[in-house]
Nanobody
Framework: QVQLVESGGGLVQAGGSLRLSCAASGRTFSSYAMGWFRQGPGQGREFVAAISWTGKSTYYADSVKGRFTISRDNAKSTVYLQMNSLKPEDTAVYYC????????????????WGQGTQVTVSS
């Protein structure tokens, strides 16, 4: 497994932006597909975005497509989630995730989870 630590969450007004970071340690970061999930108040954990180990392929939930961008820097063992045009319904704890395949992440199959970072969007 790989160890994951998220950062960058906080409070932002609707329409604003935040960038989440997830630093990885342990196993070889570049061999993992990476993803972001979120869990809103009283809701289940849902897929947000994923990126292949090469960074060449990205996938998004329909609810964030066009507003969020996932990227990775294998030299820094870090994956990012740039969130623009934030809405109150984006309020959630955001979790970083790793697995051998991005197809697994899209199905919610995850090898390693981070501890989560809170994002709150005020109206």
């Amino acid at each position: 497994q790989v160890q994951l630590v998220e950062s960058g969450g906080g409070l932002v007004q609707a329409g604003g932006s935040l960038r989440l970071s997830c630093a990885a340690s342990g196993r070889t970061f570049s061999s993992y597909a990476m993803g972001w999930f979120r869990q809103g108040p009283g809701q289940g954990r849902e897929f947000v975005a994923a990126i292949s180990w090469t960074g060449k392929s990205t996938y998004y939930a329909d609810s964030v497509k066009g507003r969020f961008t996932i990227s990775r820097d294998n030299a820094k063992s870090t994956v990012y989630l740039q969130m623009n045009s934030l809405k109150p319904e984006d309020t959630a704890v955001y979790y970083c995730a790793a697995d051998a395949a991005s197809s697994n992440l899209r199905l919610g199959v995850v090898d390693s989870w981070g501890q989560g970072t809170q994002v709150t969007v005020s109206s």
